[in-house]
């Protein structure tokens, strides 16, 4: 940018802080001189080192500052003069107490500051008897060196203190929270060929900075210079509200899956073994509940169920309940399936679903459910997590359209077409089958289990048997792909600095 376009550009700060800086460089030095406040001088100095007219450096430097007792004392006085001032010519040590109103740790440090200096003289009886001295007179009458310190303006360079300053300075250090001693960073600016020859060209300040309508109506712009603005220029970052990022995520799911034509169903946390396995047809014996690894509730231990639904799937695992199976052949307890647990699977909220007066066929429902399982934790396991489940009920339904159902569900919400379906178990699904997708850093990781509902899951619930799709994703998982993240645990961060820059999709 040539010279005179240059000047035109500087806005009134700018054209402040220039001007002092032909004879100036420290950032303090151009605070006092300009006026301005330390936010104005440090963005204004900010501005003009991106348009090149000045250089910044960050100098280190000890800076000296009051401290708390610091600046109570530079209102209410040193304790040492109040101390001085109770002090007749011979005064008791609780006499002097008494009238200056000091505490005992203020006498006591009073007590070595006045004796160092000579201005009281002690005698001891019975109890400490206090006399001033000619020079503790002098001290009352012209004041104390520790006072005029204090009365200096702070923030003070250490390095800009004569000796006799230094000297009180370490007086003060040694006593409580009067003074204070930071190393900080200081800015230095100096002006840049660029800046120099700025200073020589005429610098108009009775530029316009922006329109309003009484400019326009009245026709007052013409003939007025308007000033020129750099859209390039570096601002202050803006942290704007907004959602958290997995939070915004599922939401989006959500409209997603309600775009498709899918209704939504819901479920409690806490749930009962009933809905969460048994109604599922999960044996109560069997070794694929180890891998849900549940929360038991302590109180209350047992929930109510509806106890005409309990008995059809009590007769689902001991009988097959008339679809032709022979069930589990065991003795289901009746009791257990009422205990309270936290929600292992989201797969519950479908079981409430077919059991349901609001089902309706054909259907498509989904859920988004919070699920609870004691994990390790690591990049890709926690021991809460979210489950993207739902179903979709039809006559005439077939493996062929859930492979479809699958393949949609990961190009839609995970972005990849590297998909592959593989063989499953789940005990309440025949066939099962398992959804795995290409992580491009996590390599294969699995999304989700799915499959069709056996009918000695849907009849017990529905009356009837309608072949019934099945499937639940785990959505944590889809997330990472979309939100560029390697650590699930990153999903649930209280980080601030991580929530600020964290991927929005």
């Known amino acids: 940018m040539e ?42 100095l900010q501005w003009l080192q991106n348009k090149n007219v000045v250089g910044i450096r960050a100098e280190e430097k000890e800076i000296v500052n009051l401290d708390e007792n610091g600046v109570k004392y530079l209102k209410d006085g040193l304790p040492e003069r109040k101390f001085l001032e109770s002090v007749g010519k011979q005064s008791a040590f609780s006499e002097i107490a008494e009238k200056s109103g000091l505490s005992a740790e203020e006498m006591a440090v009073s007590l070595g500051a006045l004796k160092s200096k000579n201005a009281i003289e002690i005698s001891k009886g019975r109890e400490i008897i206090a006399a001033i001295t000619d020079h503790g ?90 000033r020129r603005f750099d859209v390039k220029i570096n601002v202050p970052l803006v942290f704007g509200g907004r959602k958290q990022h997995y939070r915004r995520f599922l939401d989006e799911v959500r409209q997603k899956f309600v775009a498709l034509g899918f209704r939504e169903m819901a479920g409690p946390i806490v749930e009962t073994d009933f809905w969460d396995m048994d109604a599922l047809f999960m044996p109560q014996f069997h070794s694929a509940r180890d891998i849900h690894q549940a929360y038991y509730i302590k109180e209350p231990k047992y929930g109510k169920l509806d106890e005409n639904l309990v008995k059809k799937v009590k007769e689902a695992h001991e009988n097959g309940f008339g679809t032709g ?20 699977q989201g797969t ?13 066929i054909p259907g498509k429902y989904f859920a988004i459910s919070r699920c609870f399982r004691y994990d390790v934790v690591d990049a890709t396991h926690f021991p809460e997590f979210n489950q993207t489940e739902g179903i979709i009920i039809e006559e005439g339904l077939n493996f062929r359209h859930l492979k479809s159902v699958l393949k949609m569900f990961a190009e839609e919400f995970a972005e990849t077409d590297q998909v ?45 048997e309608v072949p019934v799709l099945a499937w639940g994703i785990g959505i944590d998982r889809i997330a990472m792909f979309k939100l560029g993240i390697k650590d699930i645990r990153q999903l649930f961060s209280h980080d601030l600095e991580f929530l600020r820059n964290a991927k929005v999709v």
């Open 3 to 44: 010279i005179k376009k240059l000047a035109e550009s500087l806005n009134p700060i700018e054209r402040k802080v220039l001007r002092v800086l032909a004879g100036l460089s420290s950032f303090n030095d151009i605070l006092k001189a300009t006026g301005l406040k330390d936010v104005e001088v440090a963005r204004a």
């Open 137 to 226: 007179r002098h001290l009352l009458k012209h004041g104390f060196p520790e006072e005029q310190f204090l009365k200096e303006k702070f923030p003070k360079e250490l390095s800009a203190l004569n000796d006799e300053e230094k000297f009180v300075l370490g007086s003060l250090k040694r006593r409580k929270k009067i003074v204070k001693v930071e190393l900080s960073k200081m800015l230095a600016a100096e002006l840049t060929e660029t800046g120099k020859k700025l200073l020589k060209e005429k610098i108009d300040d009775d530029l316009m900075e922006k329109v309003t309508p009484s400019l326009i109506k009245t026709n007052a712009w013409k003939g007025r210079k308007f």
């Open 325 to 344: 199976s022979k069930g589990w052949r065991y003795n289901f307890d009746a009791k257990r399936t009422h205990r309270h647990m936290l929600r292992t």
């Open 348 to 360: 519950a909220s479908s079981a409430r679903m077919l059991a349901s007066k609001e089902l309706k």
């Open 420 to 464: 592959k379906i593989t063989p499953g178990y789940f005990p309440f699904t025949e066939p099962s089958a398992e959804l795995h997708a290409k992580h491009p850093e996590l390599g294969w990781i699995e999304l989700g289990g799915s499959g069709i509902f056996r009918p000695e899951v849907v009849k017990p619930l529905l009356g009837k």
